[in-house]
């Protein structure tokens, strides 16, 4: 299943499939790099993901330094009690906004 997007108001919903790792990656990034015009705001659909490593991570930094780093506007939603434990032990609640 691949990776879709839905563009509306200047923000981009990335909807990641049941992976999201290395094999991903390209898909990825054109997800996001590949819009017409650039996002303000950034939401990553994890509704269907059953598994995501530490590439999954660095995917996730690589969006955040895209958006703007430290004035990234990236919201993670619909984590799995196990992906969110995973995120915050990686202490990624301070990079991004998890729901």
């Given at each position: 299943?691949?990776?879709?997007?839905?563009?509306?108001d200047l923000k981009l919903t990335i909807k990641?499939?049941?992976?999201?790792?290395?094999?991903?990656?390209?898909?990825?990034?054109?997800?996001?790099?590949?819009?017409?015009?650039?996002?303000?705001?950034?939401?990553?659909?994890?509704?269907?993901?059953?598994?995501f490593d530490s590439s999954s991570l660095g995917?996730?930094?690589?969006?955040?330094?895209?958006?703007g780093d430290d004035k990234a506007n990236v919201?993670?939603?619909?984590?799995?009690?196990?992906?969110?434990?995973?995120?915050?032990?990686?202490?990624?609640?301070?990079?991004?906004?998890?729901?």
């Amino acid at each position: 299943m691949p990776i879709t997007t839905e563009f509306v108001d200047l923000k981009l919903t990335i909807k990641i499939p049941s992976r999201l790792d290395h094999t991903g990656h390209k898909e990825f990034v054109a997800a996001y790099t590949e819009q017409p015009i650039k996002p303000v705001a950034y939401i990553v659909d994890m509704e269907q993901v059953i598994f995501f490593d530490s590439s999954s991570l660095g995917m996730l930094l690589l969006l955040r330094k895209y958006a703007g780093d430290d004035k990234a506007n990236v919201r993670i939603i619909n984590i799995s009690p196990s992906v969110n434990k995973i995120l915050r032990i990686s202490r990624f609640d301070r990079l991004f906004e998890l729901e």
